[in-house]
């Protein structure tokens, strides 16, 4: 059937292609510059004001909007390639097109086109959500694509959706079949430059209040899944970031090495565990203290940190053992001593004379930091997200002041005492606890655990974790935060208050960790399904690592060669076809692009007759050609060669 | 030809105002040697169609209405005892007339409609033993009324194809209604009606409906619109081999009445509706539907080039 002759002035056509459009565009209008969000609306807008009272655009009108567009994009991006930039300028082009679209073909493309760029949404977000919006508006294309090639039109809404739905359903194994044996390619398809965009999480210096601010957050920071057995909640110390290098206000990373050995290994795994982590634009990655075997590509650095050589840009994947390590034997190097005694000078005083006075009452290292710790617990310090902000002296001002403060505050007063009285120590900022899915069997680490807490070197120990924060209330890292805030009103109110967090109590709080857990699988299993989870797949199934390239190859060659089939197939259907065949379509393409508009079931007298009232001219000159093609198809059964041969010449010759 | 059969249609039209479309299908339906099948409510001039097509092609005329208490002798006669010569003779029916008007066939019960229907099919009647065999031209033009009104019998599938076409008339346009309220009623109209053509005239056109060329390039077509019928999922089954000759033969009294010897896609277009729709039986039940189903298949059915 010749469905190219159907014109999409049809009623009902234009305002589904504008619908179909609007449903593509929607997610890319949460994550497009607002103008090129706004100009799309607009252009919509415009198409349907142009259908609805029958204004035409005169074509100079648009090859300006569009050449003005395009540099818009240029001006916004400084590029037309790229993820961002790409998505911009083919949302608006998509747009363009649906506003000068007058023809079946156009519609067509405009449809085809809207799967390219509704799957770019997903580049954006890869929630569950966007996965079912994604397959809903693909039956909304689909149920375009049949409503343009269907005689009515879009009557019959309800067939036409039913239909679509069932063509979905009828793709979904070639679907499945492709996602688990379609190669795919090691690392991100969408390899593309990422923009500069600011990341969430802890950041890659420490000024006090900075952490502060995190405890508002309430997304989730990773999700861990530990194989066999899970650290307590207060043991588990997510280590993210180092600092030991402090200028009197802010704490930065000091200078280290990656590792290029990892250290003896005696024992069995502590823990083995798998963590999803989500995209968070740094390079670090967490795990739990007593790190040692880092995942494929990352770094392990001396002071037991992880870093990528990438930046986290998408949701990471990764698996991660730690062993429990005896560092008795371990010395520090003079540098690192140097690294971690080392304090501005002429910074908090009074802190450092403090410091010095009471590391001569104790008798060792150990004692001093009980000291420490016994003070914090029984003077009067408090926790709060909401401390009195020091300029100065912010260590003085802290410990021997305000004495109110949170883990920021708590952790680096307590590394400045003790480097003030030749202890080395150091910050290490994370995450601590997590929330337990019974659901899915996992720990949730949300960005309301982000910690900062300390680790002294003591000789013949090694490296030891000290919570200073953990001092102020023994509880404090027994539970979350969060479930502290009902119960400890003096400590946390203003916390809670300020958030605006609600507690999910109950049932609320079990669907939360149900659709979680939901949300983790559809993570690792299908988001998180690259090329080391195909090989683990297909190895199960008994395919060779060496084989699954064949298998790919042999898939793709299965598809094309069906793809073949099937064309030639459909080819064959209009092959034969003879002389007298191919002339009269000449002709009545000849006439087509006269702009006489010709339906598919319209016979030659019928045609002709037509010519005559729309367009005498056409009519005089066709009328020989449609007489004789007449006689050829239906006035006798076996023409003469002599009489197709003139049929064809005159059509040859046709024009006006 | 055209001389012959122009000033048949434009009397028609003079009798039965606004419905050329409709008469010309019935005038093709007679040239076609088909019997034709008109559903429509009372009073749309179904009768006046009737006697108008007998009286202008001067044919004699017999009108059955169709009765629930009417039996099959009413219609094609009886063994009466004569008297006088002590023997059982045949008196014929109403059926033995070259036109005959069958009025509302759907009330009648399923005997009588069907010894109607058998003398269509077979152009004779058998009474007790014997024969008879029927005039010709012989016509039957039956009404009926539309199926959902009450106490009527729809006919049969297979009695139903031994209608060539059914028609509808309709309401007339307003121009026509109003010329319609002022004037004449029909049946004066239909007195100054004349006979146009005489019977073995009629009889020799009949033939040579049969010699209208049919290009195997058209049947092609014939065969792509009756496949349609097949896989169309509004229908329980498509058009059988013997609805596919009925419109064959139907195109060629259209293509006459066009005035050509070979048949055109065209002919085949215009009898296309009124050849299947009744032979068909929609998967829902209103009748409506399945014209439109009709109409679909037409249009999306390309002509081959």
């Not at chain 1, 690259?530 to 793709?556: E, N, P, T």
């Amino acid at each position: 059937m010749n469905t190219k002759q159907l014109h999409i002035y049809r009623p009902g056509i234009i305002p589904m292609l504008i619908i179909v459009q609007a449903i593509v565009l929607v997610p890319l209008w949460f994550y497009m510059p607002l103008w090129i969000s706004l100009s799309t609306i607009a252009l919509l807008i415009a198409k349907y004001l142009t259908y609805r009272f029958q204004i035409k655009i005169p074509y100079w009108v648009i090859v300006l909007l569009v050449l003005a567009s395009l540099a818009g994009v240029y001006l916004q991006f400084r590029t037309i390639s790229g993820r961002e930039a790409g998505i911009g300028l083919i949302s608006l082009m998509y747009a363009f097109k649906l506003l000068e679209a007058k023809n079946y073909r156009d519609a067509a493309l405009i449809l085809f086109i809207s799967f390219f760029i509704l799957v770019t949404s997903f580049l954006f977000s890869e929630t569950i959500w966007m996965g079912l919006y994604l397959m809903l508006a693909m039956v909304a294309i689909l149920m375009g694509i049949i409503a343009l090639n269907s005689l009515h039109g879009i009557q019959g809404l309800k067939n036409i959706g039913k239909l679509s739905g069932v063509a979905l359903l009828q793709a979904l194994p070639i679907m499945i079949l492709l996602f688990f044996l379609f190669p795919r390619l090691p690392g991100p398809l969408w390899a593309m430059p990422s923009d500069s965009e600011a990341g969430t999480g802890i950041s890659d210096s420490m000024n006090p209040g900075d952490i502060g601010a995190l405890h508002t957050f309430d997304d989730i920071a990773f999700r861990v899944d530990f194989v066999t057995k899970a650290p307590s909640n207060s043991q588990m110390y997510w280590r993210g970031l180092v600092f030991s290098e402090f200028d009197g206000f802010t704490w930065r990373e000091g200078e280290r090495s990656p590792l290029r050995q990892v250290e003896q290994v005696v024992s069995q795994p502590e823990y083995q565990y798998k963590v999803q982590l989500e995209p968070h634009k740094n390079r670090w990655i967490f795990g739990l203290e007593d790190v040692v075997t880092p995942p494929n590509g990352v770094f392990l650095f001396n002071d037991h940190t992880w870093r990528r050589p990438q930046k986290v840009n998408q949701r990471f994947l990764y698996q991660a053992q730690s062993y429990k390590i005896d560092y008795s034997s371990y010395k520090l190097s003079d540098w690192q001593k140097e690294q971690n005694l080392k304090l501005p000078d002429a910074s908090n005083e009074k802190t450092k004379k403090w410091a010095i006075e009471q590391y001569a009452t104790v008798q060792s290292a150990q004692d001093f930091i009980s000291l420490i710790l016994n003070t914090i617990r029984q003077q009067p310090y408090r926790y709060t997200l909401t401390p009195e902000i020091l300029e100065q002296e912010i260590i003085d001002g802290f410990w021997l002041g305000t004495r109110e403060g949170f883990c920021e505050h708590y952790s680096s007063a307590f590394v400045f005492i003790m480097r003030a009285a030749g202890i080395p120590a150091r910050v290490v900022t994370g995450y601590q606890g997590g929330e337990y899915n019974p659901y899915g069997d996992y720990y949730i680490v949300r960005q309301s655990d982000a910690h900062a807490w300390t680790e002294v070197w003591l000789e013949g120990e090694g490296w030891r974790r000290v919570d200073p924060t953990a001092a102020i209330h023994p509880s404090r890292v027994d539970v979350s935060l969060q479930n502290q805030v009902g119960a400890r009103d003096d400590w946390f109110g203003e916390f809670g208050k300020e958030s605006g967090l609600q507690l999910p109590t109950g049932l609320l709080q079990k669907l939360s960790l149900r659709w979680d857990a939901l949300q983790s699988f559809w993570n690792e299993t299908l988001m998180g399904y690259d090329q080391d989870a195909q090989h683990d797949w297909l190895s199960k199934l008994g395919i060779k690592h060496s084989q699954w390239r064949y298998l790919g190859y042999a898939l793709l060659i299965t598809i094309l060669l069906s793809g073949l089939v099937f064309g030639l197939w459909i080819l064959s259907k209009s092959r034969n076809r003879d002389t007298v065949e191919i002339s009269y379509i000449r002709l009545l393409n000849k006439l087509k692009a006269q702009g006489f508009n010709i339906r598919m079931n319209e016979g030659p007298y019928d045609i002709s007759s037509r010519l005559e009232q729309e367009s005498p001219e056409l009519y005089a000159a066709s009328k020989p050609l449609f007489e004789q093609y007449i006689r050829l198809r239906y006035q006798k059964n076996y023409p003469s060669k002599v009489a197709i041969q003139h049929f064809k010449q005159s059509v040859s010759a046709f024009k006006l | 030809m055209q001389q012959l059969l122009a000033p048949v249609l434009s009397q028609l039209n003079k009798v039965v105002l606004g419905k050329p479309h409709q008469v010309k299908l019935s005038v093709a339906c007679l040239l076609a040697r088909g019997h034709l099948l008109i559903e429509d409510l009372p009073g749309m001039g179904k009768t006046t169609l009737g006697q108008a097509i007998a009286k202008v092609f001067g044919l004699d005329f017999q009108r059955i209405q169709f009765t629930s208490d009417i039996l099959p002798a009413d219609i094609v006669g009886a063994n009466i005892f004569d008297r006088e010569k002590g023997t059982f003779e045949f008196h014929k029916g109403p059926v033995f007339s070259q036109l005959i008007l069958a009025d509302e066939i759907n009330r009648a019960t399923p005997k009588a409609q069907s010894a109607l229907l058998e003398a269509m099919e077979e152009t004779q009647v058998t009474v007790e033993g014997q024969t008879f065999q029927l005039p010709e031209p012989f016509f039957v033009i039956a009404t009926q009324n539309p199926s959902h009104q009450i106490g009527t019998y729809s006919l049969p599938e297979s009695q139903l194809d031994r209608f060539l076409f059914k028609v509808e008339l309709g309401y007339p346009d307003p121009g026509f209604e109003k010329i319609l309220l002022k004037g004449h009623s029909g049946r004066v109209r239909l007195d100054t009606l004349e006979t146009m053509l005489e019977i073995d005239k009629l009889i020799e056109i009949q033939g040579q409906v049969d010699k209208v060329m049919v290009s195997e390039h058209l049947l092609s077509y014939v065969m792509d619109l009756i496949n349609a019928t097949r896989q169309s999922p509004d229908f329980a089954h498509g058009i059988s081999p013997r609805g596919g000759l009925a419109l064959v033969g139907a195109a060629k009294a259209w293509a006459l009445l066009e005035n050509r010897d070979f048949v055109l896609p065209e002919d085949i277009q215009q009898v296309f509706g009124p050849t299947v729709v009744h032979r068909l039986q929609s998967v829902t039940t209103s009748s409506s539907n399945a014209q439109q189903a009709v109409d679909d298949i037409l249009q999306q059915t390309p002509v081959p080039a």
